[in-house]
């Protein structure tokens, strides 16, 4: 026995090493083998029945238990508040990236856009506004040939009333000169009557001769005006 304690060591008692040599028939060796592999396990201590707890600790122990039970309810509602609020949180976040990356976009084309016009402007230049266009022209404004053209054709009709009256005043008054030229000749009877009526047409194509060429003098000054 004192072989066999020395080699399994000495928490075993002395009722399990003498159950060992027994079974073994006295070989110290294979009850140490049967030991070492298990195939003999020593018996188990007899299990000692736990006495009753008081009352007092038992209902102390079931409300610290209700106690924590409603700490972790109270917890897990904070968590699914705060689960919530990040979520919203989360969304709103992305909605301003996303409203971040409109408004990046948006610059940088204007960005383009607006390079691209200041290219064009430098290349081709750009062109001066055209200015407001009155509906009223004053003569001054318009152009000198058009003015040319336009001023005999509205004093057309004055000078045809201007030629009618002086026709009108031709027939009606004799200048000085035709005056002068008939007393001339009224001494000159012998020339008869062909001859008086001679020197009144020569009068009168006078007259009417230096009355065109009055009138074309004054329409060359208008138009030169």
């Not at 699914?80 to 976040?93: C, G, T, Y």
């Amino acid at each position: 026995m004192d072989e066999l304690r020395a080699i399994l060591g000495d928490g075993l008692s002395d009722d399990v090493l003498e159950g060992l040599l027994t079974r073994f028939g006295g070989n110290v060796s294979a009850a140490a083998n049967a030991f070492f592999d298990g195939s003999l396990l020593p018996p188990a201590a007899p299990r000692t029945m736990p006495e009753a707890l008081p009352d007092d600790v038992m209902s102390t122990l079931f409300k610290t238990l209700e106690d924590v039970r409603k700490q972790l309810a109270e917890r897990e509602q904070q968590l699914d508040m705060a689960a919530r609020v990040s979520e919203v949180l989360q969304r709103r976040l992305l909605a301003v990236e996303h409203a971040l990356a409109v408004a990046d976009a948006n610059k940088s084309e204007r960005e383009d856009a607006e390079e691209e016009a200041r290219s064009l402007a430098d290349t081709e230049g750009d062109p001066m506004p055209a200015p407001p266009v009155s509906t009223t022209l004053s003569l001054t404004q318009m152009p000198l040939h058009f003015l040319r053209i336009a001023l005999p054709r509205l004093f057309m009709p004055l000078h045809v009333l201007g030629w009618a009256g002086r026709l009108l005043g031709v027939a009606r008054f004799v200048p000085p000169r035709a005056l002068k030229r008939q007393r001339e000749d009224e001494p000159d009877a012998d020339n008869g009557d062909e001859g008086t009526a001679e020197a009144k047409g020569e009068v009168c194509g006078v007259e009417l001769g230096e009355q065109e060429e009055g009138i074309e003098q004054e329409e060359d000054g208008e138009e030169e005006e």
